[in-house]
């Protein structure tokens, strides 16, 4: 079956740095994308993985292992605006449609 | 370049009666896919349109249907509401579409609230 999981809340500091887990099952993978999403808005594209390995980007990196169907989001020098939810998808190859994590809220505090 | 937009913001209604939103994609895309938005559950997926033919349909019942236009504008219509209609409804444009490999930019979503 097709199977998205990530953490449902996790508290960071500011200026400190989170891990954002992800796993998936799928029966065929073709990319794995990060948005994040703030209260009341709409969700906006972070990155995109399809190859093993890290991404970076500014102070946000993804990574990827499709071996093991895993993922992760890192947020270095935490800032308040990071607070929102991060949602993981997984693209299936069978129909190419992404198929949605129900997403991480992260908290920053002072 | 405008993002995507979404009317109405905001919408009640009661059971029983048909609702049409609209999603004006960014320029250029040709792809629309809708989405569903509840809290604790991720983005179920409900259609995608390219080039005005319905490519993907996820699982939703028949209540739930769209059209996509020439100019790439799409309408998405819920018939006969249910309380558990009540979400953000999201759409998202990409250039290809997911079978392209193109990323999807959403729309602020519609809040739809069904009494």
């Known amino acids: 079956g097709q199977n998205i999981d990530q953490p449902t809340e996790m508290t960071a500091t500011e200026g400190a740095i989170v891990q954002i887990n992800c796993t998936y099952q799928t029966s065929g993978f073709n990319g794995l994308f990060w948005y994040q999403q703030h209260a009341g808005e709409a969700p906006t594209f972070l990155s995109y993985?399809?190859l093993d390995g890290l991404e970076e980007k500014g102070r946000f990196s993804s990574f990827l292992s499709r071996s093991k169907g895993y993922s992760y989001l890192l947020l270095k020098e935490l800032q308040m605006k990071d607070s929102a939810s991060y949602l993981c998808?997984?693209?299936?190859?069978?129909?190419?449609?992404?198929?949605w994590g129900a997403g991480t809220k992260l908290i920053i505090k002072p | 370049k405008a993002g995507v937009t979404q009317t109405p913001r905001y919408l009640i209604k009661t059971r029983g009666q048909q609702v049409t939103l609209s999603c004006s994609p960014i320029s250029g895309h040709r792809s629309v896919s809708w989405y569903q938005q509840t809290p604790g559950q991720g983005l179920q997926f409900l259609f995608e349109y390219f080039s005005e033919t319905q490519r993907n349909k996820g699982n939703f019942p028949g209540r739930f249907s769209g059209r996509q236009f020439s100019n790439s504008r799409s309408e998405m219509n819920v018939s006969t509401l249910e309380l558990g209609d009540s979400a953000l409804y999201l759409c998202a444009s990409s250039f290809e579409g997911t079978s392209g490999g193109s990323t999807q930019y959403f729309g602020p979503g519609t809040r739809l609230t069904v009494l």
């Open positions: 993985n399809v």
């Open positions: 998808a997984v693209r299936d190859k069978s129909n190419y449609q992404l198929i």
